[in-house]
């Protein structure tokens, strides 16, 4: 369908040159889909571990056809918990410590992104997703995790943008809240304590502007396209906003997927994918 001008360029009325209305809607954005940038299938990983979280590590995961290798910060944040690779299941997560702490995992995407500047980052929106199976709080109250993006190991400081979701066994409800570093923004708490199998996506435009939400009792599967219906598809997770005349974002380089376990909560990551909304070919 032809597209009709915002304003008449000779006399600055809106709705077009023969129109003088209102802008009419934008047409849908056909001609962009999600593609897979890169598809870290943990299922297919080769078999490492298990491995007890201390003061950070460094472990490489390969998969059995060589097709990828992810470099993962493992750390204990007074929660000695433990990560297993095992082939045909998953990276296996689990914390230990039934009254605080965290166990996480900090997944280095951009050593996996040889494309990755500004202009790869800024020219189409991009998601990275986690898929997680078995997921069990073992019965602990405030057991649960924080997830989402930062440009270091950290799951609380740095540049990190996250979902922080805590089960509360008492009231069969998940408390949930949208994470900047070491502070949260509560939202409404999911009515239910949390399925086995969870789904998050956290979607970057513009850089480092996020959306984010997780879909219960879903695996793998495209992320929504409407990155600003927060109504139900996301979570409005804000940005650090970019600085004048420059050419890198907080994402451009050492960008990284944490993964946090809190408390006793073990799961099963099976897979991380990196997606970008972009010209279907």
Same mark, same amino acid.
């Given at each position: 369908? $032809?597209?009709?001008?915002?304003?008449?360029?000779?006399?600055?009325?809106?709705?077009?040159?023969?129109?003088?209305?209102?802008?009419?809607?934008?047409?849908?954005?056909?001609?962009?889909?999600?593609? +897979?940038? &890169?598809?870290?299938? *943990?299922?297919?990983?080769?078999?490492?571990? $298990?491995?007890?979280?201390?003061?950070?590590?460094?472990? +490489?995961?390969? #998969? !059995?056809?060589?097709?990828?290798?992810?470099?993962?910060?493992?750390?204990?944040?007074?929660?000695?918990?433990?990560?297993?690779?095992?082939?045909? !299941?998953?990276? &296996?997560?689990?914390?230990?410590?039934? !009254?605080?702490?965290?166990?996480?995992?900090?997944?280095?995407? /951009?050593?996996?992104?040889?494309?990755?500047?500004?202009?790869?980052?800024?020219?189409?929106?991009?998601?990275?997703?986690?898929?997680?199976?078995?997921?069990?709080?073992?019965?602990?109250?405030?057991?649960?995790?924080?997830?989402?993006?930062?440009?270091?190991?950290?799951?609380?400081?740095?540049?990190?943008? @996250?979902?922080? *979701?805590?089960?509360?066994?008492?009231?069969?409800?998940?408390?949930? /809240?949208? =994470?900047?570093?070491?502070?949260?923004?509560?939202? @409404?708490?999911?009515? /239910?304590?949390?399925?086995?199998?969870?789904?998050?996506? *956290?979607?970057?435009?513009?850089? #480092?502007?996020?959306?984010?939400?997780?879909?219960?009792?879903?695996?793998?599967?495209?992320? @929504?396209?409407?990155?600003?219906?927060? /109504?139900?598809?996301?979570?409005?997770?804000?940005?650090?906003?970019?600085? =004048?005349?420059? !050419?890198?974002?907080?994402?451009?380089?050492?960008?990284?997927?944490?993964? @946090?376990?809190?408390?006793?909560? &073990?799961?099963?990551?099976?897979?991380? =994918?990196?997606?970008?909304?972009?010209?279907?070919?």
């Amino acid at each position: 369908m $032809p597209v009709v001008p915002c304003f008449d360029p000779n006399t600055g009325a809106s709705g077009g040159p023969t129109s003088g209305g209102p802008c009419p809607p934008c047409p849908p954005d056909t001609g962009r889909s999600w593609q +897979v940038y &890169k598809d870290f299938d *943990f299922t297919a990983g080769v078999s490492q571990g $298990p491995y007890t979280a201390a003061g950070g590590t460094n472990y +490489v995961l390969a #998969d !059995t056809g060589g097709g990828w290798s992810l470099t993962v910060n493992l750390k204990s944040g007074g929660n000695a918990g433990t990560m297993e690779l095992i082939n045909g !299941t998953g990276l &296996k997560l689990e914390g230990v410590n039934a !009254t605080s702490g965290v166990v996480s995992a900090a997944f280095l995407l /951009s050593e996996e992104i040889p494309d990755l500047g500004y202009e790869w980052l800024c020219e189409n929106p991009m998601c990275v997703q986690i898929v997680i199976d078995d997921y069990d709080i073992q019965g602990d109250d405030l057991s649960g995790f924080i997830v989402g993006l930062n440009n270091t190991t950290s799951y609380s400081s740095g540049k990190l943008r @996250a979902l922080f *979701f805590q089960a509360r066994t008492g009231s069969s409800t998940e408390e949930r /809240s949208i =994470r900047t570093n070491g502070s949260n923004t509560g939202i @409404a708490d999911l009515p /239910s304590l949390p399925p086995a199998t969870r789904r998050m996506d *956290f979607v970057l435009t513009d850089g #480092d502007r996020m959306s984010a939400n997780v879909y219960d009792n879903v695996g793998e599967a495209n992320p @929504a396209t409407d990155f600003f219906d927060l /109504s139900g598809n996301y979570l409005q997770c804000g940005s650090w906003g970019l600085s =004048r005349n420059t !050419t890198t974002t907080v994402y451009t380089s050492n960008m990284r997927l944490v993964f @946090a376990a809190a408390q006793k909560l &073990k799961c099963t990551i099976k897979a991380i =994918r990196i997606l970008q909304f972009k010209a279907t070919p």
